[in-house]
Nanobody, 121 residues
């Protein structure tokens, strides 16, 4: 079972940047697609970005051009570089291993605790 630990969140002003990290346990990390998700208060958790084992990426329209997902298989870590942050990006951010079926994404590991990102002046 993959275990996930997210870190790097914090308080940032609008227009600022943050980089989130997700450390994953397990020898299958490099073979898994990975995704970042977020959940704002009172809203459902939503997919933000995904990266395949081969490095192909996909982004939600709301973050396209501002966020970049990447991975370091040697460190079993996936990253989310977030630029030009907006107040509506405020949420708890989570990572997970994912599988895809057509245009759908399915998470396959237990959720970690996430990391809080707050964008406010």
């Amino acid at each position: 079972q993959v275990q996930l630990v997210e870190s790097g969140g914090g308080l940032v002003q609008p227009g600022g940047s943050l980089t989130l990290s997700c450390a994953a346990s397990g020898s299958r990390f490099s073979r898994n697609a990975m995704g970042w998700y977020r959940q704002a208060p009172g809203k459902q958790r939503e997919r933000v970005a995904t990266i395949t084992s081969g490095g192909s990426t996909n982004y939600a329209d709301s973050v396209k051009g501002r966020f970049t997902i990447s991975r370091d298989n040697a460190k079993n870590t996936v990253y989310l570089q977030m630029n030009s942050l907006k107040p509506e990006d405020t949420a708890v951010y989570y990572c997970n291993a994912v599988v895809t079926s057509g245009s759908s994404y399915y998470t396959i590991a237990s959720w970690g605790e996430g990391t809080q990102v707050t964008v406010s002046s």
